[in-house]
Nanobody, 121 residues
Framework: QVQLVESGGGLVQPGGSLRLSCAAS????????MGWYRQAPGKERELVAT??????NYADSVKGRFTISRDSAKNTVYLQMNSLQPEDTAVYYC????????????????WGQGTQVTVSS
């Protein structure tokens, strides 16, 4: 019902910056919250940051370096990543929790396809 498309990943040197974007489209009535997760090779997917209304939440490992923000008019969430380190290398996934309309209102949750972030010299 709802699709998420991520962009902005790539290769960056340690200490560099990247900005990820995730746009939601489809039969959206309202988006309740959006977030970013990441999965490194051989590891489980972990939370990076979430935003619900104006309330943000960050993993301890990214506090002070990453900033999540949202443009509600565009149904888009961003992740500004600064001071990137090799341990930030992972596939980054966008997630959204929302309400959509079909024959009535339904709750839903979707994941994006993921975007690769590689931090290496």
């Amino acid at each position: 019902q709802v699709q998420l498309v991520e962009s902005g990943g790539g290769l960056v040197q340690p200490g560099g910056s990247l900005r990820l974007s995730c746009a939601a489209s489809g039969r959206i009535f309202s988006i309740n919250g959006m977030g970013w997760y990441r999965q490194a090779p051989g590891k489980e997917r972990e939370l990076v940051a979430t935003i619900t209304s104006d309330i943000t939440n960050y993993a301890d490992s990214v506090k002070g370096r990453f900033t999540i923000s949202r443009d509600s008019a565009k149904n888009t969430v961003y992740l500004q990543m600064n001071s990137l380190q090799p341990e930030d290398t992972a596939v980054y996934y966008c997630n959204a929790d929302y309400t959509y309309w079909s024959d009535r209102y339904y709750p839903g949750s979707s994941w994006g396809q993921g975007t690769q972030v590689t931090v290496s010299s």
